[in-house]
């Protein structure tokens, strides 16, 4: 009987014990000022900065013209990278407006998103935006798209986003996301412990269930 609470401890601690108080956070890019109110502009490409509890980065693909940048309005790149988000804690909602600019009216696929767990995917999306050209007498030049991202569900800590490659240049702010500090996302190790403690469990049940 002992062996048997021992091991619903063991896998109460590890699987179950990631309940915790949600918590809605704002990117704060108003921060990003110096002590005189001026503009403090950062470069993210391939250099993580930490804002609000997300690492923020941008993968160039070793281009050497692509990049993105942070201030306090928010994030200003180009569409050709992806831009990443990495949170301290998984997250299980997730939102921010975006922008695209200089592009064309066919932005169906304005955005790609894809979140994870480090483990597996969780999401996989696609978001349309509303286009606004630049003459409106003359819809089918080039203009500006925004659209909004939403998404609620599973717990994810990584976020990978790709712009249409219709627009030169992309904006995001807004950044709002809801964590569960208290809820890490399982690696690979505390897997294999909860499986064998799960194993461990059923094994004196099954015992016990004989003998009885």
Request: no cysteine; hydrophobic share 50%.
């Amino acid at each position: 009987m002992k062996r048997i609470f021992l091991a619903v401890a063991v896998v109460a601690q590890l699987g179950f014990g990631f309940a915790g108080t949600a918590m809605a956070t704002l990117v704060d890019f108003s921060t990003l000022v110096d002590s005189n109110g001026d503009r403090i502009t950062l470069d993210i490409t391939n250099s993580p900065y930490t804002l609000s509890g997300v690492a923020l980065s941008y993968e160039d693909f070793g281009s050497g013209v692509d990049f993105a940048y942070i201030d306090s309005f928010g994030i200003f790149g180009t569409t050709a990278g992806v831009l990443n988000f990495n949170f301290n804690a998984p997250a299980t909602a997730l939102s921010f407006d975006f922008s695209l600019l200089d592009t064309t009216p066919d932005v169906a696929e304005a955005l790609v998103i894809v979140l994870d767990n480090t483990i597996s995917l969780i999401a996989y999306m696609s978001v349309s935006a509303s286009f606004i050209p630049y003459e409106p007498l003359f819809p089918t030049l080039r203009g500006d798209a925004v659209g909004t991202l939403s998404f609620s569900g599973a717990a994810f800590n990584r976020a990978f986003m790709l712009f249409s490659s219709n627009a030169t240049y992309f904006k995001v702010s807004n950044i709002n996301y809801v964590s569960v500090p208290n809820a890490p996302v399982p690696e690979p190790a505390t897997l294999l412990l909860m499986a064998s403690g799960l194993a461990g469990l059923g094994g004196q049940l099954f015992s016990r269930r004989k003998i009885s």
